[in-house]
Nanobody
């Protein structure tokens, strides 16, 4: 059973940046498609960004395109989400998710993933 651990959340001022990381309890994330989701209070979970197992495919929600970047750190075996130009609307609990998908150039920001982390809180406020 793959377990995922998110880190890097916190409080940041509007316009600031944060970098989230997703690390597995075992196995290599290179065999999985990975996505980041977020859920704000009273709202449904929203897909933010995803990458395929090779890292060559990346998809983003329109609300974060141009501000967020998903990337793989192969040495650290993590998938990171760099978030820039943050606004209060980005405040949410952020989750990483994984699905076994080696060699397939595909990922989705729909919540069709098998493994989920516990989430990390991101709060954007002055």
């Amino acid at each position: 059973q793959l377990q995922l651990v998110e880190s890097g959340g916190g409080l940041v001022q509007p316009g600031g940046s944060l970098r989230l990381s997703c690390a597995p309890s075992k196995d290599t994330l290179n065999l999985y498609s990975i996505a980041w989701f977020r859920q704000a209070p009273g709202k449904e979970r929203e897909g933010v960004a995803c990458t395929d197992s090779s890292g060559g495919i990346r998809n983003y929600a329109g609300s974060v395109k141009g501000r967020f970047t998903i990337s793989r750190d192969y040495a650290a075996n993590t998938v990171n989400l760099q978030m820039n130009s943050l606004t209060p609307e980005d405040t949410a609990v952020y989750y990483c998710a994984a699905i076994w998908n080696p060699g397939s150039p595909f990922c989705t920001i729909l919540p069709s993933y098998d493994y989920w982390g516990q989430g990390t809180q991101v709060t954007v406020s002055s």
